[in-house]
């Protein structure tokens, strides 16, 4: 809302881990990414997928790539089976040990029966299982003596069971929230068996417990590629440590930025967005003299001494870098288009990313009773598009009810509240202003692309056949009744893309790309589409490349492009291009999200190195 770009494609979900993948269907509006967890985005490239084929040079095991490639990775046995394996050999000799009645009230012995009979290991074990009894009997301290006792008689070249007996002890003093402690024993465990899971994920809790971050990152992310993302309760970890650690960097690196502006073709797209936009409108007859431009490309001058007449003007001539100088001028002045000096500067610190600086002009310009409704309408729109872009649900509703109040007959509220209402799943009161903006301006061709989207999308996650077709069917009716509407068609590709009908999405995209060839974003979709369809990842990269050449502030274009080069394993690389992508970010939101991939690819780099796994490549 506020910012969904003329003839724009939608942002595509999650990249599939490998090619051939489903791809679920996503939101229609770049400005408020919906992309899924970061753990999916970028760890997912390591998630086992059937192969295409049945195996995928498996031999017909049926197994992916990564899945073949785990034994290779060595994964040391942890415990059990060499406890069996020491069992077998011990014979009855334990068994008179570990059948012993059961104290839950006395300490650890001291000294255990037999002992001339047992080897020290024997006594490790057995004080171990003792441990484990008071363990399950919910006597900790008692545990953790006899997991002590275990430690100090395992022989030190026992690594196995010592890290068992180390990792037993961090799981007593996890029940006694000791957190310090059971990182310093899972550290021991990981250090006596590098790939020992349970003790890997434990220390990453107990990380977590602790705020230590990052280091709860690396570890998770360990146990997520040991396990071969199987694990709910890992991903689930790796998903919640990756959004906090986004969530923090953003914050101050937001707070720093530099602001930056967008490409004039974004400028352009988000202001088509608008009908009822007082402030986009050209300039009147009158309002400017018909004299030339100095040597130096400055704006005409305009029959008023006006601030906000000059900043029209530099906007009707691309030249956006003056816009929120001039408007400020005629602020100043309280000149006679003050409130449209307000909306306009307001409008433009949104684009280049300062909603800080945006909120107190759209505040003023809403409390102008005496200001044209419309003006006030449009602030109001904007500062519901910031609200949501913030999280902010709530707010951003109650700004769109009041601009609908305040201006009953403005389309754009219809229009944008329906995106809003897409967000929030709120498919069927989306699609009820979707109707009320085309009953108001019947050429509407982007509210009534965006209907088909809505539609197109209740019935696709209802797994409804038949109403799935009827939406397909007025994707047809809306790109034969405009043919110029290059929203249209990119739309439309997302669906036939789910659809699986891939060679026609491609055509679509050819048809955005004829209309408005200078949209990075649809070069991004197409290049993605080639992927999937074709597995052709050369293809795929020279248009994602394409796209960057046209647009080099296409944040979207780095951001997938940091994804594929996770999935080629080429993680330096991602984390170069994730990090281009972050200086062009327009919203703490969007820039926390990208934190995350970017950190979520640097952790996979650190396991790698540490546990010597080559990263899965596509």
């Known amino acids: 809302p506020g910012g969904a770009a003329a003839g724009s494609a939608p942002p595509i979900p999650a990249l599939p881990a490998f090619p051939g993948c489903p791809v679920t269907p996503s939101l229609p509006f770049r400005p408020l990414p919906s992309r899924g967890r970061p753990c999916e985005r970028v760890m997912a490239a390591s998630k086992p997928v059937e192969a295409a084929g049945g195996g995928g040079g498996g031999g017909g095991t049926g197994l992916s790539r990564w899945q073949l490639a785990l034994p290779r990775w060595g994964g040391l046995p942890v415990g059990r089976g060499v406890e069996q394996a020491a069992g077998r050999a011990r014979g009855n000799r334990e068994a008179l040990v570990t059948r012993q009645?059961?104290?839950?009230?006395?300490?650890?012995?001291?000294?255990?029966?037999?002992?001339?009979?047992?080897?020290?290991?024997?006594?490790?074990?057995?004080?171990?299982?003792?441990?484990?009894?008071?363990?399950?009997?919910?006597?900790?301290?008692?545990?953790?003596?006899?997991?002590?006792?275990?430690?100090?008689?395992?022989?030190?070249e026992k690594n196995l069971d010592l890290s068992t007996f180390y990792q037993n002890r961090a799981a007593a003093y996890e029940q006694l929230q000791k957190y310090a402690e059971v990182a310093q024993d899972c550290t021991k465990a990981v250090e006596l068996n590098p790939k020992y899971v349970k003790a890997l994920f434990r220390r990453a809790k107990a990380h977590e417990k602790l705020d230590n971050k990052k280091e709860c990152l690396e570890?998770?992310?360990?146990?997520?590629?040991?396990?071969?993302?199987?694990?709910?309760?890992?991903?689930?970890?790796?998903?919640?440590?990756?959004?906090?650690?986004?969530?923090?960097?953003?914050k101050e690196k937001y707070k720093n930025r530099e602001p930056l502006m967008p490409s004039p073709q974004f400028i352009k797209s988000y202001f088509s967005s608008f009908t009822d936009d007082i402030i986009s409108q050209p300039l009147l007859k009158g309002e400017k003299s018909d004299e030339d431009k100095d040597k130096e490309g400055e704006a005409s001058e305009v029959k008023e001494n006006s601030g906000y007449l000059r900043a029209k003007q530099y906007m009707e001539e691309e030249n956006y870098d003056k816009i929120i100088s001039e408007s400020t001028k005629?602020?100043?002045?309280?000149?006679?288009?003050?409130?449209?000096?307000?909306?306009?500067?307001?409008?433009?610190?949104?684009?280049?990313?300062?909603?800080?600086?945006?909120?107190?002009?759209?505040?003023?310009?809403?409390?102008?009773?005496?200001?044209?409704?419309?003006?006030?309408?449009?602030?109001?729109?904007?500062?519901?598009?910031?609200?949501?872009?913030q999280q902010q649900p709530v707010l951003s509703t109650q700004d769109f009810n009041m601009a609908a109040d305040i201006d009953p007959q403005n389309a754009d509220v219809y229009h944008h509240r329906g995106q809003l209402k897409i967000l929030l799943d709120q498919i069927e009161e989306a699609v009820e202003d979707f109707d009320e903006c085309i009953r108001l301006r019947p050429d509407s061709a982007l509210a009534q692309a965006q209907k088909c989207f809505a539609l197109y999308r209740q019935a696709y996650t209802g797994n409804n056949p038949l109403p799935v077709q009827v939406a397909m069917k007025g994707f047809e009716d809306v790109i034969n009744k405009f043919p110029k509407c290059a929203e249209?068609?990119?739309?439309?590709?997302?669906?036939?893309?789910?659809?699986?009908?891939?060679?026609?999405?491609?055509?679509?995209?050819?048809?955005?790309?004829?209309?408005?060839?200078?949209?990075?974003?649809?070069?991004?979709?197409?290049?993605?589409?080639?992927?999937?369809?074709?597995?052709?990842?050369?293809?795929?990269?020279?248009?994602?490349?394409?796209?960057?050449?046209?647009?080099?502030?296409?944040?979207?274009?780095?951001?997938?492009?940091?994804?594929?080069?996770?999935?080629?394993?080429?993680?330096?690389?991602?984390?170069?291009?994730?990090?281009?992508?972050?200086?062009?970010?327009?919203?703490?939101?969007?820039?926390?999200?990208?934190?995350?991939?970017c950190d979520a690819a640097y952790a996979q780099t650190e396991v790698a190195k540490k546990y010597g796994l080559k990263p899965p490549t596509l």
């Open 219 to 250: 570890d998770v992310t360990a146990v997520c590629i040991l396990e071969a993302f199987q694990n709910q309760q890992s991903m689930l970890l790796a998903d919640k440590v990756l959004k906090l650690l986004g969530k923090e960097k953003a």
């Open 330 to 389: 005629e602020i100043e002045a309280k000149g006679k288009y003050m409130a449209e000096a307000l909306l306009l500067r307001a409008t433009f610190y949104l684009l280049i990313g300062n909603a800080n600086a945006a909120k107190p002009d759209l505040d003023q310009v809403i409390s102008m009773e005496d200001a044209n409704v419309k003006l006030r309408a449009n602030a109001l729109i904007k500062r519901g598009s910031m609200y949501m872009q």
């Open 101 to 156: 009645p059961f104290n839950a009230r006395g300490p650890c012995p001291a000294a255990l029966p037999s002992s001339e009979v047992l080897c020290p290991l024997d006594r490790a074990q057995a004080a171990k299982n003792k441990g484990n009894k008071y363990f399950k009997a919910g006597k900790y301290e008692q545990a953790i003596q006899c997991y002590t006792e275990a430690i100090s008689l395992c022989p030190p």
């Open 488 to 597: 249209g068609y990119a739309l439309y590709a997302q669906a036939l893309t789910d659809q699986q009908q891939f060679g026609k999405a491609d055509e679509m995209y050819d048809k955005c790309i004829d209309l408005e060839p200078d949209n990075a974003t649809t070069y991004v979709h197409k290049g993605l589409l080639q992927l999937q369809w074709k597995q052709d990842l050369d293809k795929g990269l020279e248009l994602i490349s394409k796209a960057i050449e046209i647009d080099n502030k296409c944040d979207f274009a780095y951001e997938t492009m940091g994804t594929i080069e996770v999935q080629r394993g080429n993680l330096d690389k991602a984390i170069e291009m994730f990090n281009k992508a972050i200086n062009l970010a327009k919203s703490e939101m969007e820039m926390a999200h990208l934190y995350s991939l």
